[in-house]
């Protein structure tokens, strides 16, 4: 599976930014699609993710209310929209094809894709 992320940049506080990743390849091995993301210094996090088979999605409390994954599984895509961003959503964020979600502290990942930086200024 081959995953290919699109969008990220640097926004101002406050402004929205939409990532965008599609995967290709065995897809129909991928049981969810979400991301993660890794500011400097810190270690890999959970952001977002929705499963295939149920539309279920899981968010980390830092991003509830202000991201939004949505998913088209004709496509393998799935399109976040980080809306009232602050300085601290500054990372790197990593579109992930998942195996499992037992609960959102426990993932597994089967495959990432490239980083795509994103940087809120204050």
């Known amino acids: 599976v081959q995953l290919q992320a699109f969008g990220g940049g640097l926004v101002q506080a406050g402004d929205s930014l939409r990532l965008s990743c599609a995967a290709s390849?065995?897809?129909?091995?991928?049981?969810?699609m979400g991301w993660f993301r890794q500011a400097p210094g810190k270690e890999r996090e959970f952001v977002s993710a929705?499963?295939?088979?149920?539309?279920?999605?899981y968010y980390a409390d830092s991003v509830k209310g202000r991201f939004t994954l949505t998913g088209d599984i004709s496509t393998n895509t799935v399109f976040l929209q980080m809306n009232s961003l602050k300085p601290e959503d500054t990372a790197v964020y990593y579109c992930?094809?998942?195996?499992?979600?037992?609960?959102?502290?426990?993932?597994?990942?089967?495959?990432w894709g490239k980083g795509t930086l994103v940087t809120v200024s204050s």
């Open positions: 929705m499963n295939w088979s149920g539309g279920r999605t």
């Open positions: 992930a094809a998942i195996a499992t979600i037992a609960t959102m502290t426990s993932i597994r990942v089967d495959y």
């Open positions: 390849g065995r897809t129909l091995r991928v049981y969810a």
